[in-house]
């Protein structure tokens, strides 16, 4: 037979002295001589669960026992003997304060397996205890645990709390009743979890009030508290009964009574034990339903559950009251600090610069905190922290709108201020951009890095690198862009240079038309590129550009010298002038002998053959001028293909490039050319014609004679005689004044234009005629002998027949 120890516990059938040896936290505890069960702390004083449930209800043997088994757990004031009653009534070795120790005994909730049962018993840490003070997490938690997850649930209380509010842990229990309800009441109406039974032991019952009046008090208590609890809307008609079976009893003096004490605890024990009775406790329907072997899972799901839930976290009078003039007195502080901060507000968001808006911030910030805690540091501490901490916050996300809009703000402005640097240190010529760039850089970084500092305030932990770091790519970015555009500008002069340079050289080369042209133009024209080059990579240097970027400029600045020289040829070359080239060099041949004196046509001359020669030396020009050509292999400049040339605008074909005139166009050249060097060869023959018409001497004489009569006339005519004198005397006056020069170059001017005049018109008529005539009748006649295989064959014949005519 199990018997009892004097504390209380269970031997068998050894009278024993020994107590259970108490173990940290969380490890179980073995009595092993008296044979007793382990008992095991599943939450501890940090509110963690065990992990180690499952293998203590395996040691507990009990692991297996399927629905075989009971739940209890005890709930009451600190002190109150609930371990002393556990120990008696199921035979576990739960802690029990020494007498003469007044504290605290059971600590987090333990858990032991009754002696001889298949019970397992929660000792859980008293309530109200002078440890935990003021916070009451603790309790409700655990107390709200022991209802959800036990069959029973004792409720230990002296005698004389009965009637009292938080002495019989009313308070309490409406809090743990209420949120009972929200969180399991829906299961526990489903009939899923079971009902509770609550037995209210009333201890030191010394038996002077009627226990009827302590239930009925007790009850009417339960009620009351019941109908003011705050309900789920699904649930607001739910009764106490409808969960809760309510069972009272008592016990007792244990000091005063010992044998009463332990009789009554022993029909008490029988009670849990022998299930035959009427008034047996584990009754099936308040059995949870969970086999032995989910327990563990369960309960530490009901404890996550208890943990997490927020509706336990309800405020003590005191937090009450701190809340309530905390919450007061910042909203002061605050409205105060609006205030300051909407003055500033507006020209941010403008895009402002405010000067000195961090210590503007800093100061309001700090004055509203000094007003905050001047007032509210007098009240509940963790209140006040927490509020405090709420207030700053609130502060801080008005202030850092004004922050962030300092920054942008600051960015726009020094942006601005790098680019305008960047616009006057690049004018004119004398500057290095490198360094320009770099001051302007550094400025602007400087400025805005202190500005940003500045900003910054004590507390909120604020960041400007960000902010930076963007404006350094932008200023990047700008001064990437100064670079492209001052690289255009200088590669723009350069090639300015460039042309003005080769103009002159290349008119003066392709003028000469010498076989050593092309040699001269592309000596010239390599000769500059380098130069220009050279200028190019000097300056280059001061712009910091990349080795990519110098390839590209070069290339670019080569291909757009190439045009340029193109260009320059084009102009040269185009149809008006390359046929005033080729007339110069004809007529240098033709009209002038080999000592450069103009040619006068004798009719002994041979004109043809000085034609002809003329005339094929100088077509012997347009292949020379249709292609650039080099001599000197040395000379010759190639550019690289458009797809190797990213800077290239459009396609370009180096090759296609040196061809000057293409073969339609060298004919064309060739035709017109042919057309006006035979207007020469006319002219030539002419002047020889004009030479053999000159007026006989034999003809004066006759003009002589025939003239008489009319000379006479003259002479003795009053009028005509009067008009000689006057013609004579104004001869006589030019020549006394010396103006017979003058007048004679008049007179000749005007007469040799007008005879110009009338002779380019007679020759042009008389020209066109007999050449129309010559050609008509020679080539029909040419074709007829079919001597004439090509023009040039036929130009000479007619040409030939012409002259015979002319002698
Ligand atoms: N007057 C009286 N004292 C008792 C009774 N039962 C136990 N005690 C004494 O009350 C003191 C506290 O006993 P515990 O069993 O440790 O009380 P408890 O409620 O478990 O204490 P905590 O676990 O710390 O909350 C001990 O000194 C016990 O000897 C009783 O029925 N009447």
Redo the contacts with the bound molecule.
Sequence with gaps: MAVLNPNGQYINGHASTTTTSSIPNGHPTKDTLNGNFDRHQIVDEEKKFTQDLNAQIKEWGLLDAGFNYNLVAVF??????????LNRLFGTN??????NKR????KGIWMCRGHDMNVMVM?V??TD?RERGEDQDFERKSALFSLASSEVMIV?LWEHQVGLYQGANMGLLKTVFEVNLGLFGKKAQDGTSGRTLILFVV??YAGETPFDNLTTSLKDDLDRIWESLVKPAELKDVKLGDYFDLDFTH?P???HQPER?EQEVQVLRSRFVDRSREDFLFKPLYHKRIPADGVSFYMSNIWEQVQSNKDLDLPTQQELLAQFRCDEIAAVALSEFNEQAKSQKRPVEAGNVVPGLGGLMHNWRQGALERYNQDASRYNQAVYKRKQAELLNTIDATLSPLFLGQLKNLHKQRLGAFKKALQDGLKGEEYNYADVVKKARSDCIETFSEAAQEACIEGPHWSWQEELELLEEEIKGVADQFRKDETKKMVSLIERTFKKAISEPVEVALTKASTKMWDIVLRTFKERLQKAEASYLNKAISFNCTEEENTHSIAALRKRTWLALREKINEQTGETAILGKLRAHFEERFRYDEQGTPRVWQPEDDIDGAFKKARDETMDLIPRYAKIETQDPDLSFELPSDEDSPLSEEAFDFEESLIVLSETKSLEITNKFKKESDAYFVEAKRSTVVGIAQIPTWMYGLLLILGWNEAMFVLFNPLYLAMMLILGAGGYIILQLGLAGPVYQVARTVGGEVQRQVSSKLREHFTDEAMIQQQQQYRPQAARNGTSTSTDDGDDAWREELNQKHM
Excluded: A, C
């Design positions: 009451g004031s600190q002190s109150t003997g609930k371990s002393t009653l739960f802690d029990v304060m020494q007498n504290q605290q005994t059971t000792d840490e008293g205890g230990n201890r030191d016990l003096h244990k000091i004490f």
